[in-house]
T-cell receptor, first 116, second 116 residues
Framework: DAGVIQSPRHEVTEMGQEVTLRCKPI?????LFWYRQTMMRGLELLIY????????DSGMPEDRFSAKMPNASFSNLKIQPSEPRDSAVYFC??????????????FGEGSRLTVL | AQTVTQSQPEMSVQEAETVTLSCTYD???????LFWYKQPPSRQMILVIR??????QNATENRFSVNFQKAAKSFSLKISDSQLGDTAMYFC?????????????FGTGTRLTVIP
């Protein structure tokens, strides 16, 4: 398997623009997670899905952020409108159902977002 | 709420020497998992080692081992025979052992530099 695939790897945009980050989880994994990494706050869980259904979105910072998982092989995270404070590395991760795996999360390479 | 604390923002070690990274956590749960993840400059998070809280025996993976002290809520990582490729950020992480609770809580990380 190719692992978790994220795109784009780097994104530079201007304040006010819409940003879409994409993720393809590992085939067969039941959970998908979106994390944000910044120097100030470290790694924060934004939202996670189980079988395409959002389970916990309490980490989504505000209404400008939304995430969807229309099918088992794709998820996107949208920021509209973007602001400079959204600049961060956004990670997608997936994992199998507990009991079928070790509890390990498999991470993508991250999308570095810079909002000017 | 679970919190994970890594009190060493940066550490360095001579190549071939041994280094220990500290991690403490706070939880009221009895069953859980603990992880150490490595984030090299390439940015991707890679699992180093995993420990189930119900196991008394400390986990070991080649040059990596942990000292798990459940009563003290401590989970340190020992890297033996350090290699240049071990240079990275290391994150300690906690996961509840509950159905549907698959998300990881991360510490703030320790930046390890292996000196030739």
């Amino acid at each position: 398997d190719a692992g978790v695939i994220q795109s784009p790897r780097h994104e530079v945009t201007e304040m006010g623009q819409e940003v879409t980050l994409r993720c393809k989880p590992i085939s067969g994994h039941d959970y998908l997670f979106w994390y944000r990494q910044t120097m100030m706050r470290g790694l924060e869980l934004l939202i996670y899905f189980n079988n395409n259904v959002p389970i916990d979105d309490s980490g989504m910072p505000e209404d400008r952020f939304s995430a969807k998982m229309p099918n088992a092989s794709f998820s996107n995270l949208k920021i509209q409108p973007s602001e400079p404070r959204d600049s961060a590395v956004y990670f997608c991760a997936s994992s199998p159902l507990r009991g079928r795996g070790t509890g390990e999360l498999f991470f993508g390479e991250g999308s570095r977002l810079t909002v000017l | 709420a679970q919190t994970v604390t890594q009190s060493q923002p940066e550490m360095s070690v001579q190549e071939a020497e041994t280094v220990t990274l500290s991690c403490t956590y706070d939880t009221s749960e009895n069953n859980y998992y603990l992880f150490w993840y490595k984030q090299p400059p390439s940015r991707q998070m890679i699992l180093v080692i995993r420990q189930e809280a119900y196991k008394q025996q400390n986990a070991t993976e080649n040059r990596f081992s942990v000292n798990f002290q459940k009563a003290a809520k401590s989970f340190s990582l020992k890297i033996s025979d350090s290699q240049l490729g071990d240079t990275a950020m290391y994150f300690c992480a906690f996961m509840n052992d509950q159905t549907g609770a698959n998300n990881l809580f991360f510490g703030t990380g320790t930046r390890l530099t292996v000196i030739p």
